[in-house]
């Protein structure tokens, strides 16, 4: 599975949109984009999956580039709630995520 | 459904202890993992299973053992607890692959050995 890179820590402002970035320049054809996010001490949460196209769910949106090689997940209006990990994870689908590498994600703080 | 849980939430063993860390869920999913994970840090693979009887090893394996005779159950055994196993332990499972294929985690069990 292609390895990824997200920055270790990010601020947003309660209300304000946040986006989240994550390269995966070695990404394969066949590999999604996952996102996941860690709320303090509890289990990872699915957040949304992509391929190619953007996606979006009631939780946030995914934008892939044209190239594959980075995404950025958008969390429309975040909450305090939304403070968490947040991990970006790129692997095949029929792999049934036993290889499902979680790096250390991004901390997002948000903010009153 | 009450989708994976964990039993116990907490536990303090004393080196060189035993004990089972328990998992259920009630998907009817065939792929169930096992996770731990040190403070600031991101999950580390311990063993794996695709299905009933069949169980592998991942990143981190050694000092641990699992068993996976149903479907629904995926106890993961501690021998000879050792500090460096402190940690906090996920369980999660999947679906077989196809579709979406999101990950379902537990709550965790977080474990201290002194």
């Known amino acids: 599975d292609a390895k990824t890179t997200q920055p270790p820590s990010m601020d947003c402002a309660e209300g304000r949109a946040a986006n989240l970035p994550c390269n995966h320049s070695?990404?394969?054809?066949?590999?999604?984009v996952y996102w996941y996010r860690q709320i303090h001490s509890q289990g990872p949460q699915y957040i949304i999956h992509?391929?190619?196209n953007n996606e979006t769910n009631e939780m946030a949106s995914l934008i892939i580039t044209e190239d594959r090689k980075s995404s950025t997940l958008i969390l429309p209006h975040a909450t305090l709630r939304d403070t968490a990990v947040y991990y970006c994870i790129v692997r095949a689908p029929d792999t049934g995520g036993f290889k499902t590498i979680f790096g250390a994600g991004t901390r997002l703080f948000v903010k009153a | 459904n009450a989708g994976v849980t964990q039993t116990p939430k907490f536990r303090i063993l004393k080196i060189g202890q035993s004990m089972t860390l328990q998992c259920t869920q009630d998907m009817n999913h065939n792929y169930m993992y096992w996770y731990r994970q040190d403070p600031g840090m991101g999950l580390k693979l311990i063993y794996y299973s695709v299905g009933a009887g069949i169980t592998d090893k991942g990143e981190v394996p050694n000092g641990y053992n699992v068993s996976r005779s149903t479907t629904e159950d995926f106890p993961l055994r501690l021998e000879l607890a050792a500090p460096s196993q402190t940690s906090v332990y996920f369980c999660?499972?999947?679906?077989?692959?196809?579709?979406?294929?999101?990950?379902?985690f537990g709550p965790g069990t977080r474990l201290t050995v002194l």
């Open positions: 999660a499972s999947t679906t077989s692959g196809a579709g979406r294929d999101e990950q379902f």
């Open positions: 992509g391929l190619k």
């Open positions: 070695t990404i394969s054809g066949n590999e999604y």
